[in-house]
T-cell receptor, first 113, second 111 residues
Framework: EPEVTQTPSHQVTQMGQEVILRCVPI?????FYWYRQILGQKVEFLVS????????KSEIFDDQFSVERPDGSNFTLKIRSTKLEDSAMYFC???????????FGPGTRLTVT | RKEVEQDPGPFNVPEGATVAFNCTYS??????FFWYRQDCRKEPKLLMS?????NEDGRFTAQLNRASQYISLLIRDSKLSDSATYLC????????????WGLGTSLAVNP
């Protein structure tokens, strides 16, 4: 069964450093998303991406964040200068053409020290 | 009013019990409805989509009441493995197919 994959599973970084979180969505999906979940809190929408551009972003997704789909398979989230409060699980998700059902990757746990 | 609202629980039930979760949503234009399950420190996994006519998948039954903007999930004969957080999720109209997430309801099934 096709699945969304994410790497790395855990990333530890120092405050102020740049991180890139990587995702490979399901191959025939067209809509891509990043979410984050701070421990013990709800899943928060960050950004949606369709047709090679951002279709919507939340207030959390400020200038420090960017997304790219560089090669038709990977979908990346970059945080330019990490803050302590960026520590969270980051989930990538994707949707196929005729559905609203989102399928999630296993997540990357980001720890900013 | 929150966009998607759920009772956070926790619900503690014995094995074999029937448990019901409720959810309300604020946007009457919402078009798609789901229940996801999330285990501790894992990704959310789609449990079932919710259709206007109601739908059942084994021990799980989901119902939607558009007039009241209310979604429910019923779990019958609960198992230890059902212990998780159950997330009510609503998809709004629009090209980005954005989902709005509830906070989740925590369920612990006890032996």
């Amino acid at each position: 069964e096709p699945e969304v994959t994410q790497t790395p599973s855990h990333q530890v970084t120092q405050m102020g450093q740049e991180v890139i979180l990587r995702c490979v969505p399901i191959s025939n999906h067209l809509y891509f998303y990043w979410y984050r979940q701070i421990l013990g809190q709800k899943v928060e929408f960050l950004v949606s991406f369709y047709n090679n551009e951002i279709s919507e972003k939340s207030e959390i997704f400020d200038d420090q964040f960017s997304v790219e789909r560089p090669d038709g398979s990977n979908f990346t989230l970059k945080i330019r200068s990490t803050k302590l409060e960026d520590s969270a699980m980051y989930f990538c998700a994707s949707i196929g053409v005729a559905s609203y059902e989102q399928y999630f990757g296993p997540g990357t746990r980001l720890t900013v020290t | 009013r929150k966009e998607v609202e759920q009772d956070p629980g926790p619900f503690n039930v014995p094995e074999g019990a029937t448990v019901a979760f409720n959810c309300t949503y604020s946007n009457s234009a919402s078009q798609s409805f789901f229940w996801y399950r999330q285990d501790c420190r894992k990704e959310p996994k789609l449990l079932m989509s919710v259709y206007s006519s109601g739908n059942e998948d084994g021990r799980f039954t989901a119902q939607l009441n558009r007039a009241s903007q209310y979604i429910s999930l019923l779990i019958r004969d609960s198992k230890l493995s059902d212990s998780a957080t159950y997330l009510c999720v609503v998809g709004n109209a629009g090209n980005n197919r954005k989902l709005i997430w509830g906070l989740g309801t925590s369920l612990a099934v006890n032996p």
